[in-house]
């Protein structure tokens, strides 16, 4: 199990990182009070350890020898210093610290935490460099593997969509402004032609005193820029921030096409993400089916048991559902309505898959309160697309639903058997 390390001989500060590590953290993180202490506990957890808060005076360690202990052997770290020292700050940097931070108030040991955070995070983010300038681009990705991003490299536009075209969720590009083949400008254009859907931040690289080039960066589509040459902090700050507002739209993103209580796909995602992977399927002549489910009498759950319990069953259906076909577009298109579209399946082997659930179903036992369990049965339309738009399709499944319902519940109706 990964875990964070933070090294602090006062008591007081100490307890006060110790309490914004526990809010803030859902890691175990090992604290010592000196060189000493820290290095046992570095030599034990090596393997485990992402990042550490490191004070750079100990007292067994007066000159930021432990710092310098651990940044040669290339461990993520944020000093933690009572002095403002800039020749000493730009010579940690430079030595391959991710960030030196002053104990000043209870917000710069908050940030020196949510940069923990960050740097676990960072290993899941995908940035590409584009620069013709190998030395440049070199150096980009040094800074970059200081704080754990996974980085890819470019030489010119060109290579550079090659690389995401192979590599859709790259969420950030750092691009030079003169290059051969496709110059940063076209590069953006491009990007944002392509990759219309995909959320890409953009960061333009331009030289000092070009300040024609930095506008015209954020003309053609780019988030921000960075003036060549650029110090570490800088760099890190708008690469930073660049990613949190992604991430947060990301996250918005998300929160708009989850069903709250079941976490399935909701209605939206699925009218949204449905019609245009029925088109495609349509181009390709891949076969499709769509189809709604619908769980039998459940206001007699919420009657009977109450609406909380109604909640949980509609949980544990949800999770039977996605277990059974996560692997097709899903979502909870109503209260207690599902859909599916059924890609690449024909309409026989759809149907088969179907009853298999409907009959797996009317067997389960969904629990509640304290080990009491009760019953259910479903009922689904199904239809088969031939050139049909995704709203003729929902509108035949609900017919056909509504005909099983009517024939006494717990069936399957579809197009092909009302035809046969
Ligand atoms: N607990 C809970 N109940 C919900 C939710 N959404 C819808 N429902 C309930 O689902 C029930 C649907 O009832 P009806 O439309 O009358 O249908 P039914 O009882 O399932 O009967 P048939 O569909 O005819 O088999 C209602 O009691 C809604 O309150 C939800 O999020 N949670």
């Given at each position: 199990?990964?875990?964070?390390?933070?090294?602090?001989?006062?008591?007081?500060?100490?307890?006060?990182?110790?309490?914004?590590?526990?809010?803030?953290?859902?890691?175990?993180?090992?604290?010592?009070?000196?060189?000493?202490?820290?290095?046992?506990?570095?030599?034990?957890?090596?393997?485990?350890?992402?990042?550490?808060?490191?004070?750079?005076?100990?007292?067994?360690?007066?000159?930021?020898?432990?710092?310098?202990?651990?940044?040669?052997?290339?461990?993520?770290?944020?000093?933690?210093?009572?002095?403002?020292?800039?020749?000493?700050?730009?010579?940690?940097?430079?030595?391959?610290?991710?960030?030196?931070?002053?104990?000043?108030?209870?917000?710069?040991?908050?940030?020196?935490?949510?940069?923990?955070?960050?740097?676990?995070?960072?290993?899941?983010?995908?940035?590409?460099?584009?620069?013709?300038?190998?030395?440049?681009?070199?150096?980009?990705?040094?800074?970059?593997?200081?704080?754990?991003?996974?980085?890819?490299?470019?030489?010119?536009?060109?290579?550079?969509l090659q690389i995401l075209d192979k590599e859709p969720d790259i969420?950030?590009?750092?691009?030079?402004?003169?290059?051969?083949?496709?110059?940063?400008?076209?590069?953006?254009?491009q990007i944002?032609q392509r990759y219309e859907k995909t959320p890409i931040?953009?960061?333009?690289?331009?030289?000092?005193?070009?300040?024609?080039?930095?506008?015209?960066?954020?003309?053609?589509?780019?988030?921000?820029?960075?003036?060549?040459?650029?110090?570490?902090?800088?760099?890190?700050?708008?690469?930073?921030?660049?990613?949190?507002?992604?991430?947060?739209?990301?996250?918005?993103?998300?929160?708009?096409t989850?069903?709250?209580?079941?976490?399935l796909n909701n209605r939206r995602y699925f009218a949204e993400e449905g019609d245009a992977h029925l088109r495609r399927c349509q181009t390709e002549e891949i076969p499709i089916c769509l189809a709604m489910i619908?769980?039998?009498?459940?206001?007699?759950?919420?009657?009977?048991?109450?609406?909380?319990?109604?909640?949980?069953?509609?949980?544990?259906?949800?999770?039977?559902l996605d277990?059974c076909f996560g692997r097709f577009i899903t979502a909870?298109t109503?209260?207690?309505?599902f859909s599916i579209l059924l890609t690449g399946l024909q309409p026989s082997q759809a149907r088969s898959l179907l009853?298999?659930f409907?009959?797996?179903?009317?067997?389960?036992?969904?629990?509640?309160?304290?080990?009491?369990?009760?019953?259910?049965?479903?009922?689904i339309g199904m239809s088969v697309a031939s050139d049909d738009s995704l709203d003729s399709l929902l509108q035949r499944a609900d017919?056909h639903?509504?005909?099983?319902?009517?024939?006494?519940?717990?069936?399957?109706?579809s197009d092909s058997i009302m035809l046969s």
């Open positions: 199990m990964s875990k964070f390390l933070i090294v602090e001989d006062s008591q007081v500060i100490q307890k006060i990182l110790r309490h914004i590590a526990k809010q803030e953290l859902d890691r175990e993180v090992l604290f010592a009070a000196s060189m000493a202490e820290a290095k046992a506990l570095y030599a034990d957890h090596k393997h485990e350890l992402i990042a550490g808060i490191i004070d750079i005076a100990l007292p067994d360690a007066p000159n930021g020898e432990l710092v310098d202990f651990l940044l040669e052997d290339h461990f993520p770290l944020i000093v933690l210093t009572g002095t403002d020292d800039g020749e000493r700050r730009q010579s940690l940097l430079k030595k391959g610290a991710a960030d030196y931070v002053l104990k000043e108030s209870r917000y710069s040991y908050q940030y020196a935490v949510q940069m923990l955070s960050r740097l676990e995070k960072n290993s899941n983010v995908k940035i590409l460099v584009v620069d013709d300038s190998r030395q440049i681009r070199q150096f980009v990705t040094y800074l970059l593997k200081l704080h754990r991003y996974q980085v890819f490299e470019a030489e010119d536009g060109l290579v550079a969420h950030m590009v750092l691009t030079d402004y003169h290059m051969p083949n496709l110059n940063g400008f076209e590069l953006v254009q944002r931040a953009v960061i333009g690289l331009s030289s000092q005193g070009d300040s024609h080039v930095s506008v015209q960066f954020i003309k053609n589509g780019a988030n921000d820029f960075l003036p060549k040459p650029f110090e570490h902090e800088e760099f890190f700050c708008r690469v930073t921030n660049n990613i949190e507002s992604l991430e947060r739209m990301l996250s918005l993103k998300l929160q708009a989850k069903d709250y209580l079941t976490g619908d769980i039998d009498l459940f206001k007699r759950v919420n009657d009977g048991f109450g609406h909380l319990v109604g909640d949980q069953v509609l949980k544990q259906f949800a999770y039977y277990d909870r109503g209260g207690e309505e009853e298999e409907r009959i797996m179903v009317e067997e389960l036992e969904f629990e509640f309160g304290d080990g009491e369990y009760l019953r259910l049965t479903i009922s017919q639903l509504y005909a099983a319902k009517d024939s006494g519940r717990n069936m399957l109706v």
